[in-house]
């Protein structure tokens, strides 16, 4: 990056060396931009690297919400039962026929898309005292409200395929006070999207991740070793199961390994609600899933709230956090 136009100068600073952005978005869109400066490149390992299509004996779970309320009870002791593979076999499905209107997830994605859009000295407006929800908070609350009634039904679900009280997991992890965290992520085209990662593999903390997108694909999933790439109809949620679901379980579900990657094409946008305990729950493996004979507990308990501190000041690789609280 040597040189720069009048324009784009005003989002760069420039050091001895280098000039730093003061975001990727605007590092994307500078006219100059033909390679990845190597600050930004991302190494992968070429062992860890087989990247593919859901097999279609294999294909990734999809959940039909609705039929958790209006199914006969067979249908509903199925998808039950599907839940349940779904987050022991993958860590990971989709939910068709939610109760989250499509049209409000459409809004939301246009809203923080043109959040994104403004230009950066208006947004930078919003790192001092105005909400970064301020522009949206309409649509903010509603979708918040909708996709917790989502996140909380589909957990008694889960509680009930681990044979416990369908409210068993609503309770105990305290979520009439749950925290909830909307992230909102823009990955702008990238000319060399191969040197580059939009987001590294991680697992989430909390207890269910429902990630909408802007209709542009780009999350991969681990599953038994290969990288699955993960291709969404409109009005579907993607949902992860997040570490905290793993430590209750006492690791019969797993909290799924994820990452995205950049495309040269597209700009992809992906909204990410975190469903998670009270931040003064202590999470622990339920005592009604462990025994001292032969199904120990395998997590130590901790709170919430340490557990996020101890993801904020740790390198956010893998399972790198869930691993501190394996025994
Ligand atoms: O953009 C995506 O698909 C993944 C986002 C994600 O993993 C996250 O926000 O935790
Ligand atoms: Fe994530």
Not at 69 to 82: E, L, M, N, V
Not at 171 to 187: E, F, P, S
Not at 190 to 205: I, N, R
Not at 301 to 325: A, I
């Amino acid at each position: 990056m040597a040189s720069t136009t009048p324009d784009a100068s005003q989002n760069q600073e420039s050091t001895k060396n280098s000039i730093i952005f003061r975001s990727v978005k605007t590092l994307a869109e500078s006219p100059e931009l033909t390679s990845v400066p190597s600050s930004y490149t991302y190494a992968t390992n070429p062992d860890d690297e087989l990247v593919t299509d859901p097999d279609d004996d294999d294909p990734i779970p999809v959940i039909d919400y609705s039929l958790l309320f209006t199914g006969t009870p067979d249908q509903r002791a199925k998808t039950i039962h599907d839940l349940g593979r779904a987050c022991e076999e993958w860590g990971f499905f989709m939910v068709i026929n939610h109760s989250v209107p499509k049209s409000l997830m459409e809004k939301m994605v246009d809203q923080v898309f043109a959040f994104f859009n403004l230009k950066e000295e208006d947004k930078q407006e919003y790192a001092g005292n105005k909400n970064v929800t301020d522009p949206i908070r309409d649509t903010c609350e509603e979708y918040c409200r909708k996709t917790r009634e989502l996140g909380r039904e589909l957990l008694k679900g889960i509680s009930e395929s681990l044979g416990l009280e369908a409210d068993y997991i609503d309770r105990t992890m305290n979520l009439d006070h749950g925290l909830q965290i909307i992230a909102a992520n823009l990955y702008s085209p990238c000319p060399q999207p191969d040197l580059a990662m939009g987001m590294p593999p991680h697992s989430d903390h909390g207890l269910l991740n429902l990630l909408i997108q802007n209709g542009v694909c780009g999350l991969q999933v681990l599953h038994n070793k290969k990288w699955i790439n993960v291709s969404s109809a409109p009005n579907r949620f993607l949902v992860l199961v997040s570490d905290h679901l793993e430590i209750l379980s006492n690791g019969k579900y797993k909290s799924v390994v994820h990452r995205a990657v950049v495309s040269n094409k597209a700009t992809r946008i992906s909204l990410a609600t975190v469903i998670a305990p009270s931040l003064d729950t202590v999470v622990e493996p339920a005592s009604e899933l462990t025994d001292n004979q032969t199904n120990p507990a395998a997590y130590v308990g901790m709170k919430h709230k340490d557990y996020m501190e101890l993801q904020r000041t740790n390198h956010l690789y893998g399972k790198s956090v869930l691993n501190q609280v394996k025994i």
